[in-house]
């Protein structure tokens, strides 16, 4: 069952982590991609795929910082790790590898 | 900080999730929904933010359930899996049958579990008590009328004589009511605040070793030891005092004759939960009173308290109710003889003077007595009525479900028969068949929920309830009730397909030669028969309940009761009234101006009085005291005698009867005229009172009941004994050529405040419409009409759904015949003539077992009501075509389409 590559929606989820920074967690992670993706995204989505990866070992995870507006409950933030860096270079390389492969296209024709 | 949260998410969704959701995801799970709700809230507006909310949480229940069948495979879960997936499949191919299924079952179970939850709350009443099983009101019979009546009112020397004769009592406490005393607080220059209170009551200091209510401040041993000491609830400390702490701070009441008392607030209670049946604001001890509680005199006849009795632990009821009845006997003599000139047997005129005890928890819903006055009180009636609708609707949907499931699944035996010859075996057929039935009722449930969730701040407002479905779906019995509901119903509707089918041979199946079975249409029909009875009968019956309302608001009671403005609290002007009452006549808005010592539908007051013939009978007589204005005002109809008239120096000593009362005096049948005749009182006291006059019967009470004798008294009268005492009012008859509009009335009745202000400025000022007040003592019944009305509604939409689905099957069904004719020449109207009769044939047989129904239950329910509205023929007429045209309309569409069906399509398999 240990699939270690990268399905899409797990990129996408693991590269808003990035950009975040310090502030990924739920909610933030889900406008994130929301916001670069141009989908709406349900929480239940992120929240599995966030654990998913994390299970993978390309995330870690601890809680931390509450505040009022979520009936001061604490958040799970959210951090990637060194194989998920790792993983997110791996595809990044395959994809540019392949589209250079694709045979120049002649837009006007 | 959590003042700061500013909205409330579902509650139910929250506890959903939590039961399924690992506690270690609980908070960020949480912590991200909550923010997500708030933000939603602010840009997309509450409705969405809810909506979303619920989806989120589905949506991680699904990924985060802890049940795990989402996740584990293995051969069981490979199993369940491919259950659902059969489930869905044919879910989706019948899309039609499902939805109607689901659509019925939620409906019938919505609003089953409603009216579930208002029985509910209406028969659990005081059960907050700790000792409440100890708990026993003492009640006697009516002394003042009726003997054979239980009262719930004792006199306070019932209680004394209990605590020295009989050691089984712990405790002995009292309540009486003291209702429409004003009470002021003055701040220290600042504003007076000041209310008339009426849930203010006198009780024993021992109170609180009987019953358990909830101290905030203070302390139940002490609180009500000093004279003069009150505890109130929590909001009614806050109308008087704000937020400042209210221990030790003084409250000024008015006592009843008129001179200023100041009481010290010495505790604060919780607000008195909403199922007591003893609703208080505030409470005094008893000893505040101490001359009028300890002259002696009348204490067995002075009936304004009720008795509340704790017994030991571990004693027998039946013994100490039998010994109890020494008690009266022994003690009360005294009272009668010095207050009646009666001996004890005399006054009683052999009834016997029976203690009964009464346990807490059955007092609120019991009719033995009706009426109590420290609280509301059950309306057994009401709950019975809706427990049965309840349990019809169910019944409705049900048999819906069933019949649906049995008769959709006739079209799977073609896949019952592969299934056979691939290697099936008849056990997992039949678990396959259960557990769709099953999934199909756990999905209804839910829905179920959710529509109730949806309907209870509706229901709450018709019903005056404060309903919570959560803490209703935490009760043992109602997970129990919810969950044999689901297994039942699921087995029972898939138990038949399951059975028949899994045991039918594949080679016969394959070929189709299967038909649905000729021996369950006959109790399909039979069902459909039920259900249109059930929902025609109470049709008829919600529209006579509602007919009774509005011909008891119609009703004339005598004089014309519209346009007659009340003001409230005269008695605390005192004799300064009549300046008043002289102000307001010159006012041109007002035709008459009268007083009274109460006002129709609300004269309570009354005594026992005979005729000067030594043989005459004791007959309890309503008396109300009134000016010879008021009964010009309420126009009544001399027949016989005048009206007062206080140029005559007697006049003022002089009754007016109304002729219920002269036929109860026995006088008509004798002689010609009453007029002139001598009344007692027959407590002894010699005083008689001269007829002077006799007006027609009017109804000076809720036209529930039939017209009572009654007296009229003017208030100048200083031979009564509560000459000038008790609550009085001026009644304005306002003039419809000058008051046309809201505006003028506002006008008028700031006009009527402002006179009144510039007696005393201290005055509460409150004023009603007469006509308003007829139509409150309705407001059970009204409300209880808009409910029932819903109810039918839903049970006629349930029989229309069942109808429909059954329609579709049947057209489905007999595809091929119609096919068959059509190519032997029947036209489509005949088609669907043919078709729809075979319908309406059932409905009509409903209508005939529905009309003798109703007619009953009606006639029954009418019974209370002394005017009754005709139950009349064509009502069942209308009701009968009305239920035939909506069935014809149901199976309209099914009919039509199976009419104008090209044979070709129909006939070309096989």
Known sequence: ?109 | MSSSKKHQAPRLAKWLAHKLIKETYIEELFGDLQEMFEDRISTKGKSYALLMYWLDTFHLLIGFSSIGIFKTQNNNTIMIKNMFKIAWRNAIRQRQFTVLNLLGLSIGMATCLLIGLYVYDEISYDQFHAKGDRIYRINQPDIWGNWDKESASTGPNVALALKEDIPDFEELTRIRSLRGLVMKYEEEGRRTISFEEDLNFAVDENFFDVFSFNFIQGSPETALIEPKSMVMTVETAERYFGYEDPIGKSIDVKHYDGTWHPYMVSGVLDNVPDRSHIQFDMLVPMNSHRKQMESDDWKWIWTAFSTYGLVQEGTDIEALTKKIQAVPPKWAPPTTERIFNQTFDEFTAGNPWTLFLQPLEGIYFSERPPFHRFGPTGNPQVVGIFGVIGILILLLSVINFMNLSTARSANRSKEVGIRKVLGSGKKSLVIQFIFESVLYVVISTIFALGLIELLLPWFNTFTNKNLVLLTFLMQPAIILFVLSFIVLVGVLAGSYPALYLSSAKPIETLKGKLSSGFKSKGIRNGLVVLQFTISISLIICAYFVQKQISYSSKLDVGYVKDNILQIHNIEQIGFDSEVLKTKLESNPAFTHVGKSFGVPPNIWSGDRYKTDDPESEVVYISNVRTDEDYINLLGLEFIAGRNFDLHRSNDKYGIILNEEAVKMLGWKSKDKSPIGKKLLIASGDEDDFEVIGVVKDFNFRSVKRKIEPLMIIHHLNDRVWDYGSGISFLSMRLNPEGVSNSEDLQRVIEEVKSAISDIDSSIPFEYSFMDQDFESTFRTEQRMGVVMNFFTAMAMVIACLGLFGLAAFSAEQRIKELGIRKVLGAKAYQLVFLFTSEFTKLIAVSVLIASPLAYYFTDLWLEDFAYKAPIEIWVFVVAAIGALSLAIVTIAYQSLRAAHRNPVDTLKDE
């Not at chain 1, 693991?14 to 406008?31: E, H, M, N």
């Not at chain 1, 995204?41 to 929240?47: Q, T």
């Not at chain 1, 505040?67 to 604490?74: F, Q």
């Open chain 1, 1 to 109: 069952m240990k699939n270690k590559g990268l399905g899409e929606f797990e990129e996408l989820v693991l590269l808003a982590v990035c950009i975040l920074g310090d502030g990924a967690y739920g909610v933030s992670v889900k406008s994130e991609v929301e916001r670069h993706s141009g989908r709406s995204v349900l929480l239940g989505a992120v929240h599995i795929t966030l654990y998913r990866l994390q299970d993978k070992g390309f995330l870690k995870s601890e809680m931390g910082g509450n505040s009022a507006k979520r009936g001061d409950r604490r958040k799970r933030l959210f951090k990637i790790t060194e194989t998920g860096m790792q993983q997110l270079q791996t595809s990044q390389d395959v994809r540019q590898k392949m589209w250079q492969l694709i045979p120049q296209l002649n837009a006007g024709s």
